[in-house]
C-alpha cells in the first residue's frame, strides 16, 4: 500500500512539475531577478566601494564578510606591488594608531608597536619605496585647518577624531558644537585634497563602558554617536562638489560592536576588529589596481575583449539567421541519430526513434545556448548579482550531505538489468559523486583536509568510469572511426570552448576537461594502435589477452616516465599549440598538478574492466538479479575485505595532517576505496538490482553541473559565491541552485542537438567540419596571441 501511495504521489507530482516547467520558473526567476538587481545598483546606490566601506558581518570568529562583494585577504608581497612609492597618512588619536599598525603589519608582518604614544611615527618600506606615516592629533582645532600642504606629500589619507574632545572637556554640549564648527572650516580643504588622494575619515568605533577607568568613563557610547553623526553631516555636503568627497569608513565600527566586549580597557579594539578595518582600507585601496579574482568590491566591469566580442557576434548571426528563417517558414527535417555518453562510452537512445532535427532548430539551440551565455556574464562579469566569500563550517558541509542523501535514498527503483555496474548504477555514481563535489565547493570545504581526500578519490574515481566506460566500448565495439572520437570530443569540450570565449578564461582552467579528453585520447591511441586486440580477436586465445597486457603495461610505463621526469613533461607541454591548451597564468605548473595527482586511476579503470570483461566471458560470474555475483563464500570474504578496505582508507584519509604529503600519497592508494566501494555495491545482488533514480538523473548532467557551477553557482570563477538573495544566505541557495540545475540540464540538451549537426556520420561532410574547426580555433590562436602581444 505504502509503495502504491508512493508511486501514484510521484506520478501527480511529475505531471503537473516537469522539467520543462521547471526550466520556465528559473526563466522567469532569472528575469526578475535581474531586473530588481540593476534597478537596486541604479536607483539605490550599487557602489561595491560604498558597500565594502559601510556594512558587513562576521562569518565566523576573524572573518568579515563586506555587504554584496568579496574581499581579498592580502599578503606582503601584494600590499608591496599596490602601495609602491606611495606616502599614506594616518590622523588621529590612539585608535587611528591602532588602525595604523594593523595597516602596516599587512605590508611588514613583522612589524613592533614600539612607537612612542602621543608622537608622530614613520613607516618605511625601502624594498617597495612604501611609506605610511602616523600623525598625532588628538582633536580637530585650528591647527588642522591648513591642511593642503598635504596634498602635495600624501596619496591616501585616515583621518579620526572624537574621544579626546568627549574627554578633555567632560562631554560638554559646547564642545560638540565647536567639533562640528571645526569641521566645517576643514570640510572644503579635505574636499580639496581628495582632486589628487584619497581621503578616508574613519567613524569613531563603540566603546564598552563596563570597563572603562575613570578618566575614560564621560566617553559614551551616546557620546560617540553624535560626534560620528556631527562628522557625516560637516563632511557629506550635498551642496559641495559630489565627485570630490571624504569616504567615510564605518564597517570597522561594525565589527566592533560585536567585538568591543573583548577590549581589555573598553577603548580600544582586540586585534582582530583592527584588522578588519586594516583589510577594508588596503581592498579599497589596492583592488582597482591588483584586481584580484576574490576581490569583488571596488572593481569595475573588465572591457570586452576580442574573443568576447567574437562569441556575441557569432551568436547574433545565429538569432538573426533563425529569424530569417522562421519568417521564411523553412523546415527541412532530419533524423536524430543517438548520443553517446562521453564516461561510459554506452549510446543514449532517444525516446522517439526519429526526432526532426533541421537548420532551425539547430540555429534555435544557438540562440538558446547565447541567451544561458548571457546569464553567465551576468552573475560572474556583469556589475549586477552580488557575490560573497566562502565560510567553511562542518554544518554547511555535513547538513546538505545527509539531506541528499536521504533524498537519493528515498528515490530508489528497481535496475533494468543487474550486471556489475549497469548503466543505472554508473548514473547513480556519477550523480552523487558529483553532488557532493557540488557541496564541497560552495562550503569551502577543502579547508578541511580530510573532507579534500575523500573528494579527491571521487575525482579520481571519476576517471576511473572513464578508463572503465571507453575501454569497455573500443573492446567490445571496435569503433576506431573518426565520427566516435569527433562526437565524444565536442560533447566534452563544445561548453568549455564557449565558455572560454564567453568568460575570457584559458581551457585549462576548466581543469577536469582537458584532463578527461587528454585520458580519451590516450585511452583511444592505447585501444587503436597496432594490434587492434578486440574481444572477437582475443575469444578464446590467451595470446591475445597477454598482447593487451603488454599494452597496458606500455601505458603504464609512459604514465610512470612523465610522472617522474617533470622537466620533460614541462617541456612537451609547453610547446606551441599545446601550451594554448595546458597553460594556466603562463605557467604549466597547474595542469601538471592535476594531471598527476590522479595519473593512475584511468589505467586502473582499463585493467579493472579488462579483468571483469574476461571473467564475464568465461561465465565465471553470476549476474542474475537477487544473486551474490560470486559463490556465498566468495562474496562473503570479497565484502569482508572491501569494507575492512574501505573504513581504513576512510581513517588513513581522516588522519591527514598535510595536503602535499597526502596528495603523493593519493595516486597510489585512491584505487583501493574505489574499488571497494565498487564491490560493496555490485557483490550483493539485492544492491546491484537497486538503484537511486534521484542520483541518477543528475549523473546524466554531471558534466554539465561540474562546469556550470564555476560561474553560476559559484561566483569570481569559484572564489565565491553568487547571491542572487541578498540577506538571507538558505534562500539564496534554494534559488541559485534550482537556476543552476535547471540551465546545466538545459545545456546538455543544447549540446546533443548541436552534435548531431555538428558531427555529421558521412567522412566527407566530417572532415570538412574538422577542417572549418580547425580554420576558426586558429583564428581564436590568432586573436588570443595579438590580445597578449598588445597589453
Known amino acids: 500500500m505504502a509503495v502504491l501511495a508512493y508511486s501514484l504521489g510521484k506520478r501527480e507530482i511529475n505531471q503537473y512539475f516537469s522539467i520543462k516547467n521547471a526550466k520556465l520558473l528559473s526563466l522567469v526567476a532569472v528575469i526578475l531577478l535581474t531586473v530588481v538587481h540593476s534597478a537596486t545598483r541604479y536607483y539605490g546606490g550599487g557602489d561595491t566601494c560604498d558597500w565594502l566601506l559601510s556594512s558587513g558581518r562576521f562569518l565566523g570568529n576573524s572573518v568579515w564578510q563586506p555587504y554584496g562583494c568579496m574581499m581579498h585577504k592580502y599578503k606582503s608581497i601584494e600590499a608591496k606591488t599596490c602601495l609602491n612609492n606611495k606616502r599614506i597618512a594616518f590622523i588621529g588619536d590612539s585608535r587611528i594608531r591602532q588602525l595604523f599598525y594593523a595597516f602596516i603589519k599587512i605590508i611588514n608582518p613583522d612589524t613592533k608597536e614600539d612607537g612612542n604614544k602621543h608622537e608622530n611615527i614613520p613607516f618605511a618600506d625601502r624594498e617597495s619605496s612604501v611609506n605610511v606615516d602616523f600623525l598625532w592629533y588628538a582633536e580637530v582645532n585650528n591647527s588642522m585647518k591648513d591642511m593642503s600642504c598635504c596634498s602635495k606629500l600624501y596619496k591616501v589619507l585616515h583621518v579620526v577624531f572624537a574621544q579626546w574632545s568627549i574627554k578633555l572637556h567632560s ?36 566603546v564598552y563602558e563596563e570597563l572603562l577607568s575613570e578618566n575614560r568613563k564621560m566617553i559614551t557610547n551616546e557620546q560617540i554617536d553624535q560626534y560620528n553623526a556631527a562628522a557625516v553631516s560637516a563632511l557629506n555636503n550635498s551642496k559641495r562638489n559630489s565627485k570630490a568627497r571624504v569616504k567615510f569608513l564605518e564597517a570597522s565600527r561594525q565589527a566592533a560592536m560585536e567585538t568591543v566586549a573583548q577590549s581589555v580597557d ?61 519568417a521564411l517558414g523553412y523546415s527541412k527535417h532530419r533524423k536524430c541519430r543517438p548520443v553517446s555518453d562521453v564516461e561510459s562510452g554506452e549510446e543514449k537512445k532517444p525516446p522517439i526513434a526519429a526526432v526532426p532535427l533541421n537548420l ?89 583536509i580530510p573532507v579534500y581526500m575523500h573528494v579527491r578519490v571521487l575525482v579520481a574515481a571519476y576517471l576511473f568510469q572513464t578508463g572503465y566506460g571507453h575501454f569497455s566500448f573500443f573492446w567490445l565495439k571496435g569503433d576506431f572511426g573518426l565520427y566516435r572520437v569527433c562526437q565524444v570530443l565536442f560533447r566534452l569540450n563544445f561548453l568549455v570552448v564557449v565558455l572560454c570565449l564567453v568568460m575570457d578564461r584559458p581551457y585549462q582552467f576548466y581543469y577536469f576537461v582537458p584532463l578527461v579528453t587528454f585520458w580519451f585520447v590516450v585511452i583511444y591511441a592505447t585501444m587503436a594502435m597496432w594490434p587492434q586486440i578486440l574481444q572477437i580477436k582475443a575469444n578464446g586465445n590467451c595470446f591475445w589477452h597477454l598482447a593487451l597486457l603488454l599494452k597496458l603495461l606500455g601505458l603504464l610505463v609512459f604514465i610512470c616516465f612523465f610522472a ?51 571473467l564475464q566471458k568465461f561465465q565465471i560470474l553470476s549476474e542474475g538479479k537477487g544473486e551474490p555475483i560470486f559463490s556465498n563464500r566468495i562474496s562473503n570474504c570479497l565484502l569482508f575485505i572491501s569494507v575492512v578496505s574501505f573504513i581504513t582508507y576512510s581513517i588513513w584519509a581522516s588522519s591527514c595532517k598535510n595536503k602535499t604529503e597526502c596528495n603523493e600519497m593519493h595516486p597510489y592508494i ?88 555538428a558531427i555529421p556520420k558521412e567522412n566527407g561532410a566530417l572532415i570538412k567540419r574538422m577542417l572549418a574547426a580547425v580554420v576558426f580555433f586558429g583564428l581564436v590562436l590568432f586573436l588570443s596571441k595579438s590580445r597578449q602581444s598588445h597589453h
Not at 568576447?308 to 533563425?322: D, E, M, S, V
Not at 598527476?596 to 586502473?604: E, P, S
Not at 569559484?718 to 546545466?744: D, R, Y
Request: aromatic content about 14%; some cysteine; proline content about 3%.
Open 670 to 757: 585512491s584505487v583501493v576505496q574505489i574499488l571497494a566501494f565498487v564491490l560493496i555495491r555490485n557483490i550483493p545482488g539485492y544492491a546491484r538490482s537497486l538503484y537511486s533514480s534521484f542520483f541518477a538523473w543528475f549523473g546524466k548532467i554531471s558534466l554539465e553541473l561540474f562546469i556550470c557551477q564555476y560561474h553560476i553557482w559559484l561566483a569570481a570563477d569559484t572564489k565565491g559565491i553568487l547571491v542572487l538573495i541578498p540577506g538571507n544566505p538558505s534562500l539564496n541557495i534554494i534559488f541559485s541552485t534550482f537556476i543552476f540545475v535547471c540551465v546545466a540540464h538545459e545545456i546538455s540538451q543544447i549540446t546533443n542537438d548541436l552534435a548531431q549537426v
Open 360 to 448: 532551425k532548430e539547430a540555429l534555435l539551440s544557438a540562440c538558446k545556448m547565447g541567451l544561458i551565455m548571457l546569464y553567465f556574464y551576468l552573475c560572474d562579469r556583469a556589475d549586477i548579482f552580488m557575490k560573497e566569500q566562502k565560510f567553511y563550517t562542518h554544518s554547511t558541509f555535513f547538513i546538505p550531505l545527509i539531506y541528499i542523501f536521504v533524498l537519493g535514498i528515498f528515490y530508489n527503483e528497481n535496475s533494468k538489468e543487474a550486471k556489475l555496474l549497469n548503466r543505472e548504477q554508473t548514473d547513480e555514481w556519477k550523480g552523487w559523486m558529483q553532488l557532493v563535489i557540488l557541496i564541497y565547493h560552495i562550503s569551502g570545504a577543502s579547508a578541511f
Open 266 to 326: 573598553g577603548l580600544h579594539l582586540p586585534e582582530s576588529t583592527r584588522n578588519v578595518g586594516a583589510m577594508v582600507l588596503m581592498n579599497s585601496i589596492c583592488n582597482k589596481i591588483l584586481k584580484p579574482i576574490d576581490g569583488s568590491c571596488c572593481q569595475s566591469v573588465p572591457p570586452l575583449s576580442i574573443l568576447q566580442k567574437l562569441a556575441a557576434g557569432l551568436f547574433l548571426t545565429a538569432g538573426i539567421c533563425f529569424l530569417v528563417l522562421h
Open 171 to 206: 562631554g560638554s554640549s559646547e564642545t560638540l558644537l565647536q567639533y562640528k564648527a571645526n569641521l566645517t572650516s576643514i570640510a572644503a580643504p579635505l574636499e580639496k585634497l581628495t582632486e589628487h588622494s584619497e581621503v578616508y575619515w574613519v567613524l569613531q568605533d563603540p
Open 564 to 614: 617522474y621526469s617533470q622537466e620533460f613533461f614541462e617541456s612537451v607541454f609547453s610547446v606551441w599549440p599545446l601550451s594554448k591548451l595546458f597553460e594556466l597564468q603562463g605557467s604549466i605548473h597547474e595542469w601538471w598538478f592535476r594531471w598527476k595527482l590522479d595519473r593512475f586511476a584511468v589505467i586502473h579503470g582499463m585493467l579493472f574492466a579488462c579483468v571483469y570483461l574476461v
